[in-house]
């Protein structure tokens, strides 16, 4: 679990193109420094990432990369959100301070321990979240001045069966759910999801979870920035948990490439 590997890779896409698929949560990469702080022995933390991290996401991104006429620029975390969850609202506005999981993680997604409760944040956020931020924050910006627009594509997956950690967890879990937010999903890039997952199988709208991802520097003031979560259930493309991908993956990959090119058409 350590690497010299960056926090964070900005890939680039074509030069027009005005589509970032955000990959935030694929890796397993821990430093040795941030370990120290996890009181999880190794196969705790194994079984913890198995289930927390949202495994394959980074090659369903990159072999949709590869399929798309107009490539999309892809911006992939490099490091376990158990180091800093990079979607989280770094203050008192995260909804998942209530289970410990607010950017900096407390409790596991079974509401185990998983760093003392009295860990301080900052050090972390300010090491790793904030960078990170910023870096996505400068990737959006340079879609907006070469493009006139950026549409970001979060790709995450979840279980099949809900999580201890999950506060919304009893509603429908489709094979692929749609995360909207009301300021940043316009209708016709809601529309073009569901139609470019439609083969797929059910889709279904911000359950299990909800919402879409956009910097804060552009959150609900710039509407020239699109946002759309798109969550793959897991068993769909892989062995549960943390296991290989199967041949779902390249359906799903192929659907997300669909969903790219309608966007930069």
Known sequence: MTSAAPSFELLPGAADSPVILHVPHSAREIPPAVRTG??????????ELDHITDAH??????????????????????????????????????????????????????????????????????????????????????RLAVAGRAVIIDVHSYPTASLPYELHGAGPRPPVCLGTDSFHTPGELLGAAREAFAECGEIGLDSPFGGAYVPLEFYGTEPRVSALMVEIRRDTYMSEPGGPAGPGLTRLASALAGLVDVLTG
């Open 38 to 47: 996890i009181v999880l022995d190794d196969a705790g933390l194994e079984r």
């Open 57 to 142: 996401t980074a090659e369903i991104a990159a072999e949709a990369s590869g399929l798309s006429p107009v490539a999309p620029w892809r911006f992939v975390n490099r490091l376990s959100r158990l180091v800093v969850d990079p979607e989280r609202f770094p203050d008192e506005r995260e909804e998942m301070l209530a289970v410990g999981m607010g950017a900096v993680y407390t409790r596991t997604t079974h509401r185990a321990p998983l760093r003392p409760a009295d860990t301080d944040p900052e050090p972390l956020i300010a090491r790793y979240f904030r960078p990170y931020a910023q870096a996505m924050t400068e990737a959006v910006a340079g």
